[in-house]
């Protein structure tokens, strides 16, 4: 019985499944996104995760010199350790946490296995930028509470009103029709 057993086993020995998220994390770091069954990007999760945050804590040369040791004993792959000490850790130093995401792709057609993509969150252009956008582009929320009642005038408001004059313009040129 597997009470309280939280891994996920992968249908693999403890040997073949050390390997295989060996192989699956050296080839996240590198590529940053990778497409795998959904179970194995859980299972992937939970492997690379503490890793990526053994990162961030780089207080003196002997800290980051043992995180080094540490991380390439998960991986075995030098390139991939310095790619994470070099690339990944700057990008992700401020995050709390959260460094992958999945998405799912739906079912794989030869055996309707259940397929996702696994990715580094900072190195995704399209969602990093337009979030980053709309954050600096929206103002702060006025409420009550908060104090300034009052709204503020923002370009889109401003742009608003321009249609609004440029349509009223337009409905006085027009006759209007007697009834």
Do not use: W
Request: proline content about 3%; aromatic content about 4%.
């Amino acid at each position: 019985m597997r009470h309280g057993d939280k891994n996920n086993n992968l249908s693999r020995t403890a040997s073949h499944r050390k390997a295989l998220l060996m192989n699956l994390g050296c080839q996240l770091i590198t590529f940053k996104r990778i497409t795998t069954t959904l179970a194995k990007a859980k299972a992937l999760r939970t492997y690379i995760e503490p890793l990526i945050t053994k990162t961030k804590h780089t207080a003196t040369k002997e800290i980051i010199m043992h995180n080094h040791r540490i991380v390439f004993s998960y991986l075995n792959d030098k390139a991939a350790v310095k790619e994470l000490f070099t690339v990944v850790a700057p990008k992700i130093a401020s995050r709390p946490g959260g460094y992958t995401r999945i998405i799912k792709l739906g079912t794989r057609t030869g055996d309707n296995a259940e397929v996702a993509m696994i990715e580094l969150v900072d190195f995704n252009e399209i969602y990093g930028n337009s979030i980053s956008k709309i954050a600096a582009a929206e103002p702060a929320k006025k409420t009550r509470r908060s104090g300034g009642g009052a709204k503020k005038i923002t370009a889109d408001t401003s742009a608003v009103d321009e249609a609004v004059e440029v349509k009223e313009e337009a409905t006085e040129d027009k006759p209007t029709p007697e009834a």
